[in-house]
């Protein structure tokens, strides 16, 4: 097979040139990175899993009427999406205060916060992807007034159906991090969701004891890592078998990457 095009190399993606116009291929690696890229390493099997997680979560969005750059899963570590015009914004949702709000305004970890927040970052590595406020939207112009309505409501209606879908199998949705992107139809545009939603990206903590099943453990090397997204994948109902881990799958992927 020709070598496809790649588009774009990420910390934890890569993106290649789709089949079609309008399309790309999203590759998930085990490459996780923490505190803008300071800190490096690998999850094995990561990949693999957030694939099938955020397929699961995006699916099922779009099932509820969120728009989405999915299209469908091709492989274990790979998907087709939609190609959009990334909103240079990430969409932080709060439920529960944790990591960077407990720091900034000295709000104990796992208080309940009375009302969802949101919140957002401007994508910018250089800058270590600074808290704006929405004058600093408007006023430099990263997305218009009605792209940021479109946003709000969408992030409000995804936290609520992800709560409700991980408190039913025991997960507390503590916060997530959310991307958009601009669909474009000859010169009219629309948001859409796009990225990926998966324990990279969240903080999830088991309800009855509050083990963190999320980024968290690398972030703050407390091990059991690929155990932790592999306990998500199980309880969402994605690992095929009762007892079956991404090992076996793993085994799988290698194999097929070496083919290559
Ligand atoms: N988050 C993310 N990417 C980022 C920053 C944050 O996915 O570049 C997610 C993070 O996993 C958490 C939520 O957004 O679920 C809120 O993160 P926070 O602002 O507390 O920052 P952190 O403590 O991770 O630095």
Known sequence: MARRRQIYEGKAKI???????????????????A????????IAGKGVLNNRISEHIFSSLAGI????????RLNMREQLIRQVEI?????????????????RLGIEEGTQLPRTIIEYYY???????????????????????????????????????????????????????????????????RIILADEISPDGCRLWDMRSN???????????LGGEAEAYQEVARRLGLLQREGEDAGAV??????RNKRK
Request: a negative charge; glycine letters at 8%.
């Open 65 to 72: 009427g969120v728009p989405t750059h999915f299209i469908r």
């Open 250 to 255: 793993l085994d799988l992927d290698a194999h």
């Open 15 to 33: 993106l290649y040139e789709g089949p079609e116009p309008g399309t790309l291929i999203q590759y998930f690696k085990d490459d996780a990175t």
């Open 123 to 189: 994508k910018d590595d250089a800058l270590g992807d600074p808290l704006v406020a929405d004058e600093h939207i408007a006023c430099f112009g990263w997305a218009s007034q009605d792209e940021m309505n479109d946003i709000a409501d969408m992030a409000i209606r995804i936290n609520d159906f992800m709560c409700g879908m991980f408190s039913a199998i025991g997960i507390r949705l503590v916060d997530f991090k959310l991307e958009f992107g601009r669909l474009y139809d000859n010169d009219y545009s």
């Open 35 to 42: 505190f803008n890229a300071q800190k490096k390493g690998q």
């Open 211 to 221: 083990e963190k099943l999320d980024k968290d453990r690398f972030r703050q090397d």
């Open 87 to 103: 909103v240079p914004i990430e969409v932080v949702v709060r439920n529960v205060a944790a990591g960077s709000l407990s720091k």
